[in-house]
């Protein structure tokens, strides 16, 4: 037992010396240039080519980077800077660890053309797995819009692609208390959770997307959750799995700020994504300043809406001077890309008559819009 302490401590000390060496050499001007040759050889070999302007930090444990640029093929990313803080022992259970990553004024170039979602990639094998405790990029440039926003969060991918977590906030600087929070658990052959929920103040906050003027802010809330291969069989065009239904729930509030007398616009949902990638929204319920919708609504993804079932209480509206306490349509639908067509039928009670009928209806995409057969 004596000897094989020893031992272990004879190898612990050689390794405290080692590395106690090793960072020594990486502070010089000669160390960090040979790293640096080695960095810049060793991505070349997998097809990538680095370029950066020098090295900084106390290496191995906490590296600066400036002017970096990253190109493969026609893609490029670009940082002003790039500084990290490494787990080093984490490498021992075969994990590349980031105690804390950030990056600034980052660009990408080219990238926006190569994100399809019509064939699911090959199964990821990485030499390690990766876990980033804490990244704060700041300054994106979202390449379609050229519109900076500041992401911070949390991510973690096993090597062999098995396990995926991810947790990404986006703010903007000059929009005080707006933001738009996602969060992701994935585990292959298992349960997917999705939520993302926001709080936009004012909506230009959304210019890195679409560039809105409108005087309003806006809530929201989505929560999903689902198989693995019912994701895979919504996300990817020409995947076929036999798979099982998304269900979750949504919240979109919105409010014109024009005006604090006008009340918010609501809608309350819970969903479920069938295998045909069909979207069944029920109960669903919409509240707006003069009226509140009840009822469900079922969209196809090649026929449109199939079905509507809508019950109207309305606030405040007349018809021929008589108020209007219930009005109930349905409709029911078979939508084609170029033409969608159907029959409805409503009942609208006032306080003294009740009015029912039904029309059959045709709309032809960029066409006029026809009513058959209108009995009231």
């Known amino acids: 037992m004596k000897v094989l302490f020893k031992i272990l401590i004879s190898c612990l000390f050689t390794f405290v010396v080692l590395l106690g060496t090793a960072v020594v050499f990486l502070q010089t001007d000669y160390g960090k240039n040979r790293l640096q040759k080695l960095v810049l050889n060793a991505s070349e070999s997998k097809g990538v080519s680095i370029r950066f302007d020098e090295i900084k930090g106390f290496l191995p444990f906490q590296w600066t980077f400036t002017d970096v640029v990253i190109s493969v093929d026609s893609t490029k990313i670009t940082a002003k800077n790039v500084s990290f803080r490494l787990s080093l022992f984490q490498l021992i259970k075969k994990t590349l660890a980031f105690k804390s990553f950030y990056a600034s004024d980052v660009r990408t170039f080219g990238l926006a053309h190569k994100t399809s979602l019509s064939k699911e990639p090959s199964n990821i094998q990485l030499p390690f797995s990766l876990h980033v ?18 992401l911070m969060g949390k991510f973690k991918l096993q090597k062999d692609g098995s396990y995926l977590f991810a947790q990404t906030r986006i703010e903007r600087d000059g929009y005080t208390g707006s933001f738009i929070e996602a969060n992701l658990r994935a585990e292959r052959n298992r349960l997917v959770q999705f939520g993302t929920k926001g709080d936009i103040k004012q909506l230009d906050f959304l210019a890195f997307v679409k560039d809105i003027s409108f005087d309003s802010e806006m809530q929201f809330q989505i929560l999903a959750k689902g198989p693995y291969e019912s994701f895979k069989n919504l996300i990817y065009q020409n995947a076929d799995y036999p798979a099982r239904d998304i269900s979750g729930s949504l919240f979109l509030a919105f409010k014109d700020t024009s005006s604090l007398e006008k009340p918010p616009w609501k809608l309350k949902s819970d969903f479920t994504i069938d295998k045909s990638k069909a979207l069944i929204l029920s109960p669903l319920i919409v509240t707006t300043p003069v009226t509140t919708l009840r009822g469900s609504v079922s969209i196809e993804k090649k026929e449109g809406l199939t079905r509507c079932d809508l019950n109207l209480q309305p606030d405040n509206l007349v018809i021929y001077n008589q108020n209007v306490t219930n009005f109930n349509i349905a409709i029911n639908s078979s939508g084609l890309t170029e033409q969608i067509e159907g029959n409805a039928s ?31």
């Open 346 to 376: 409503f009942k609208l009670i006032t306080e003294k008559t009740p009015f029912e009928g039904g029309f059959q209806f045709n709309y032809l995409k960029d066409g006029p819009f026809f009513l058959d057969d209108l009995v009231i």
């Open 133 to 150: 405790r804490s990244f704060i990029i700041k300054d994106f440039y979202v390449e379609q819009t050229n519109v900076p926003i500041n």
